[in-house]
T-cell receptor
Framework: DTGVSQNPRHKITKRGQNVTFRCDPISEHNRLYWYRQTLGQGPEFLTYFQNEAQLEKSRLLSDRFSAERPKGSFSTLEIQRTEQGDSAMYLC?????????????FGEGSWLTVV | AQKVTQAQTEISVVEKEDVTLDCVYETRDTTYYLFWYKQPPSGELVFLIRRNSFDEQNEISGRYSWNFQKSTSSFNFTITASQVVDSAVYFCALRSPGYALNFGKGTSLLVTP
């Protein structure tokens, strides 16, 4: 399978614990995005990377959230001191950075439940 | 400001009916891109189509068709002869250069046998 891969697919954690999600993009894609989706809502942008550089962060990305893409390939999204409001699906996506627009391809998402 | 409105929260149709999902967008940019994604219960967002702002040609792909009208800022999606497998949440999204992909709240489509 050469699509965007995310793991774990599901995570249940106690409030206050840290969690980390991993994303492996489509291999030739240099842009990688993180989105969050809650029930009944569309995905909301969190952050994106071009190669290893984090170029934009949404105001939704609080200080407890950190994302990395150390070698411009896979990425991790860590949430520290989780809160119940962090319960959501975290979607990773990737694309090529080309002029004239690009199509963004999404993974299956990582569901987080904070209890 | 960029905004995508999908006024239909839920639609229920019987198999073989045609159904149109509405999408209205707002942007001040002259260059922008519109997308439709399908999200089945498994959660993955499946890309369906991308349309550039300078290309108002409608598109048909099998049972799917898209009607892009800049005059009304709409990018509607029609499924002809719907099937049970079409049941999913469908998202319309907008992107301008330099901005992130901005989604509507989605329309949940249920196709019953």
């Amino acid at each position: 399978d050469t699509g965007v891969s995310q793991n774990p697919r599901h995570k249940i954690t106690k409030r206050g614990q840290n969690v980390t999600f991993r994303c492996d993009p489509i291999s030739e894609h240099n842009r990688l995005y993180w989105y969050r989706q809650t029930l009944g809502q569309g995905p909301e942008f969190l952050t994106y990377f071009q190669n290893e550089a984090q170029l934009e962060k949404s105001r939704l990305l609080s200080d407890r959230f950190s994302a990395e893409r150390p070698k411009g390939s896979f990425s991790t999204l860590e949430i520290q001191r989780t809160e119940q409001g962090d319960s959501a699906m975290y979607l990773c996506a990737s694309s090529l950075a080309i002029s004239g627009g690009n199509t963004i391809y999404f993974g299956e998402g990582s569901w987080l439940t904070v209890v | 400001a960029q905004k995508v409105t999908q006024a239909q929260t839920e639609i229920s149709v019987v198999e073989k009916e045609d159904v149109t999902l509405d999408c209205v967008y707002e942007t001040r940019d002259t260059t922008y891109y519109l997308f439709w994604y399908k999200q089945p219960p498994s959660g993955e967002l499946v890309f369906l189509i991308r349309r550039n702002s300078f290309d108002e040609q409608n598109e048909i792909s099998g049972r799917y068709s898209w009607n892009f009208q800049k005059s009304t800022s709409s990018f509607n999606f029609t499924i002809t002869a719907s099937q049970v497998v079409d049941s999913a949440v469908y998202f319309c999204a907008l992107r301008s250069p330099g901005y992130a992909l901005n989604f509507g709240k989605g329309t949940s489509l249920l196709v019953t046998p």
